[in-house]
């Protein structure tokens, strides 16, 4: 294995427990604010009386801080209590000056730091680093218009003006000008030229500027590639196959979507079947706000996050209610995931539908989303009916995003389209690095000055397309900012694809623990000093050791990290199977917890899920350890539980059985926790926390007929309740990394549990919980890296 310098220069060592005294935070001092809101505010909001409008309604609401404007922006922190931040945040966009406009606002909560009244700050100069920005939904007047019988652009699906309309998706290289851009090969007309010279028109330099007569155009095609239908009668057409129960890929923004009717039961099954996806849910769009009320639940933040020009898939709650929707569209899913249009095309085709369509991304499962037309042909053979495609060709693959509201904040689980590829600002300047990520749902970092550069979400690096669309990304966000990094990061694990490029471009890139990315990540975009304690929790990574991490707390210092904590570890009998099949962390979790004779008893959920002649080869594989690493992974342990519980024995897709541990847990209140015992490190060993203590108290749940609700909730009281144990011990403030994370109830849970504790705690907002963060945290432990190697040499000089 690679010695210290690999991941961050300390030895992954012999975890110790400080004790609590330092846990009385700062927030039990009396009368000080809640919270810190910082924004940045993106688009026409500079010289149209943005500034003194925030001071108003700062004023106002009584919060103190500052705005200012700079060349990246305009920059506001206020603080108060939560729920005067919430009602701020709400109505900086409701009453914004009606001749300003968003484009952007990026929203994240911080400690306060006690500001004295509100100020105007002075507007920094500074450099004017060019930001590239995201793709923006359509503003309000270019939707007007498209609507509108008289307008010249009635029904045109590419209109766009300087407040919204293609930008990352189509831009080759900068400065931002239309022929670097995809729309070159258009010429305008001279109406459209007029409007692009004009400084009064809203199409000022719009680059992609466009109309009937001389922008992009709509075909309809078969999947043999032969012409159907032009222009809005391509359009028609495809909304009258939609309507028939056929399967339209339709080219968007960012990439294609495979779309059909959310309410037809053939349709669904026929996509299910053909794009492989058993019973993971589908994202819908819906033609309206109001038409998602109708079915879902929604906060006024979640309300906020879809009318934004972000417009991001949403992850929102589901009335009890009878639904118009095919069961088969979030089978079993208290939750669903909803868009509005956010293209002109997109709105005319919802138009004309009037009803809640699958939009899934146009791929086979797990590869990336198909962005050429003719290219898909070829790729989306066999799975789509139709293809409604069209001419402007879209430079880089742009997903969309996916939000959910997380503890009364955002938290950005799949980070695209709307804020792709703006940067996450950090306290101090960083060295020139080049993240690459991990392999699931890989991102990759690039860190100019204070800012890190968060590319797209690229995808689970197991195709062949998706290596491409890596090295693609790369290349070209190196080249958007033309940036020569001067050292690269990338995982400890020796297999991931990311890794093997990182070895084959450069002689010694910075191998970075997983968990310690994760960790760092977090720190970084919630601007918190070591000392730390990070708990990291997934599915799986690569530890020092060479064994399987997952349920990992890991002590920050300033130079690097110890294992102060983990999960008790348990066999994985076949390895990556077991990671497909729940009931395999069932048995080997039994195994563990009563020692093999329970494997012959058949009233345990997980021996009942095998067939006796199979389960005898798992427990030999069990007991001669073949093909059976050991691993401390949470995700295993939520695994193992649905099995135990008997919810889940075979997943159909990633991380499903944990999904179903939190819906069914959503519906219980009980506040039982289980036994579990957390012993303290002996020797080289970190401290350990036993769960089998909960296994023996769930199987005399199971026993007594509880209800499954009920124990998954006190599954995860019991997980709350482990990281309050160690986090007490380690009286540091604490970070929640890693995917298990994207679980709400067992991140408010913890929260709650911490809080209630005095801990200071922090979770991810901007950046995924998940591997999508995993690049940020990379770079930010090689900064690391170079700063000691520096000071080292800096020594030696002395
Ligand atoms: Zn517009
Ligand atoms: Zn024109
Ligand atoms: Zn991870």
């Known amino acids: 294995m690679s010695?210290?310098?690999?991941?961050?220069?300390?030895?992954?060592?012999?975890?110790?427990?400080?004790?609590?005294?330092?846990?009385?935070?700062?927030?039990?001092?009396?009368?000080?604010?809640?919270?810190?809101l910082k924004m940045v505010i993106r688009g026409a909001v500079q010289g149209v009386g943005f500034r003194p409008f925030i001071y108003r309604l700062a004023a106002e609401l009584g919060l103190n801080g500052w705005v200012n404007n700079t060349a990246r922006g305009v920059f506001v922190e206020v603080e108060g209590t939560r729920e005067k931040l919430e009602q701020f945040l709400l109505r900086v966009e409701r009453e914004k000056p009606a001749i300003s406009f968003i484009q952007s606002l990026e929203s994240s909560f911080a400690d306060p730091v006690g500001y004295v009244g509100f100020e105007i700050r002075k507007s920094e100069g500074g450099e004017k680093t060019a930001l590239v920005m995201p793709d923006v939904a359509t503003c309000p007047e270019c939707l007007r218009e498209i609507l509108d019988p008289e307008n010249r652009r009635f029904g045109y699906p590419f209109t766009n003006c300087t407040n919204c309309g293609p930008r990352y998706s189509i831009i080759e290289s900068l400065p931002y000008d239309r022929p670097r851009t995809t729309m070159k090969k258009f010429t305008m007309c001279a109406e459209c030229a007029r409007e692009y010279a004009d400084p009064a028109n809203r199409r000022f330099h719009a680059q992609p500027n466009a109309c009937p007569e001389c922008g992009p155009q709509l075909q309809l095609w078969s999947m043999d590639g032969a012409v159907l239908a032009l222009k809005i009668d391509a359009l028609e057409e495809a909304a009258s196959a939609i309507r028939q129960g056929m399967i339209v890929g339709v080219k968007g923004l960012g990439g294609f979507h495979l779309m059909v009717d959310a309410r037809n039961k053939q349709a669904v099954r026929n996509l299910r079947e053909r794009k492989h996806r058993e019973e993971k849910p589908f994202a819908l769009m819906v033609p309206s706000v109001e038409e998602i009320l109708r079915e879902c639940e929604l906060t006024p933040l979640e309300e906020r996050l879809l009318r934004s020009p972000e417009s991001p898939i949403v992850l929102v709650r589901r009335r009890d209610s009878v639904s118009q929707l095919a069961s088969s569209v979030a089978p079993g899913n208290p939750m669903l995931g909803v868009m509005v249009p956010y293209t002109p095309?997109?709105?005319?085709?919802?138009?004309?539908?009037?009803?809640?369509?699958?939009?899934?991304?146009?791929?086979?499962?797990?590869e990336p989303i198909c962005t050429d037309e003719v290219e898909a042909l070829e790729r989306l053979r066999g799975i789509a009916d139709l293809l409604l495609v069209h001419d402007r060709p879209i430079l880089r693959h742009v997903d969309d995003s996916i939000v959910r509201v997380m503890a009364g904040r955002e938290m950005v689980m799949r980070r695209a389209r709307g804020f792709a590829p703006l940067p996450v600002m950090l306290d101090e300047e960083m060295p020139s690095v080049l993240g690459v990520g991990a392999h699931q749902k890989n991102t990759i970092a690039l860190a100019v000055g204070r800012q890190v550069f968060l590319s797209q979400h690229i995808g689970d690096l197991e195709t062949e397309q998706a290596s491409a669309a890596f090295e693609r990304v790369i290349e070209s966000l190196q080249n958007l900012y033309e940036a020569k990094p001067k050292a690269l990061a990338c995982d400890l694990h020796p297999n991931y694809i990311s890794t093997?490029?990182?070895?084959?471009?450069?002689?010694?890139?910075?191998?970075?623990?997983?968990?310690?990315?994760?960790?760092?990540?977090?720190?970084?975009?919630?601007?918190?000093?070591?000392?730390?304690?990070?708990?990291?929790?997934?599915?799986?990574?690569?530890?020092?050791?060479?064994?399987?991490?997952?349920?990992?707390?890991?002590?920050?210092?300033?130079c690097g990290f110890t294992r102060a904590a983990r999960l008790r570890p348990m066999q994985l009998a076949g390895s990556e199977r077991a990671v497909r099949e729940p009931r395999r962390c069932g048995l080997s979790a039994l195994r563990e917890a009563l020692g093999e004779q329970a494997l012959e008893r058949d009233e345990f959920h997980p021996v009942r899920a095998f067939t006796p002649a199979e389960r005898k080869i798992v427990v030999q594989m069990l007991r001669q350890g073949l093909n059976s690493p050991w691993t401390s992974s949470a995700g295993r342990l939520f695994d193992a539980v649905a099995s135990l519980i008997g919810i889940h024995q075979i997943a159909r897709y990633e991380g499903q059985a944990a999904?179903?541990?939190?819906?069914?847990?959503?519906?219980?209140?009980?506040?039982?926790?289980?036994?579990?015992?957390?012993r303290a490190d002996v020797g080289d060993a970190p401290a350990?926390?036993?769960?089998?203590?909960?296994?023996?108290?769930?199987?005399?749940?199971?026993?007594?007929?509880?209800?499954?609700?009920?124990?998954?909730?006190?599954?995860?009281?019991?997980?709350?309740?482990?990281?309050?144990?160690?986090?007490?011990?380690?009286?540091?403030?604490?970070?929640?990394?890693?995917?298990?994370?994207q679980n709400r109830l067992l991140t408010e849970l913890t929260v709650a549990r911490l809080e209630a504790d005095c801990i200071k705690v922090y979770w991810h907002q901007r950046v995924p919980p998940n591997d999508g963060?995993?690049?940020?945290?990379?770079?930010?432990?090689?900064?690391?890296?170079?700063?000691?190697?520096?000071?080292?040499?800096?020594?030696?000089?002395?």
């Open 3 to 36: 010695g210290p310098k690999a991941y961050g220069g300390a030895r992954a060592k012999r975890g110790s427990l400080a004790t609590a005294d330092q846990s009385v935070m700062e927030n039990a001092r009396g009368q000080s604010p809640a919270a810190r």
């Open 345 to 366: 095309l997109h709105h005319l085709l919802m138009r004309l539908l009037g009803f809640p369509v699958i939009a899934t991304s146009g791929n086979l499962s797990d």
């Open 500 to 558: 093997e490029y990182a070895d084959r471009v450069s002689k010694n890139p910075i191998r970075v623990q997983h968990h310690y990315a994760h960790v760092l990540g977090c720190m970084a975009e919630n601007g918190v000093k070591a000392p730390a304690l990070g708990v990291a929790w997934d599915g799986s990574g690569w530890g020092p050791d060479g064994t399987v991490w997952g349920g990992e707390f890991l002590k920050i210092d300033e």
């Open 659 to 678: 999904m179903e541990l939190e819906w069914l847990a959503v519906r219980s209140n009980d506040e039982g926790v289980y036994n579990f015992a957390l």
């Open 688 to 741: 350990e926390l036993d769960w089998r203590p909960m296994v023996c108290g769930i199987l005399a749940d199971v026993e007594r007929n509880a209800p499954p609700e009920a124990m998954a909730k006190r599954f995860h009281n019991t997980l709350a309740e482990m990281i309050a144990r160690v986090a007490a011990a380690a009286g540091l403030p604490v970070l929640l990394s890693g995917g298990c994370f």
């Open 773 to 798: 963060g995993i690049a940020l945290g990379q770079v930010v432990a090689a900064a690391r890296q170079l700063r000691l190697e520096e000071s080292a040499r800096e020594r030696k000089c002395v």
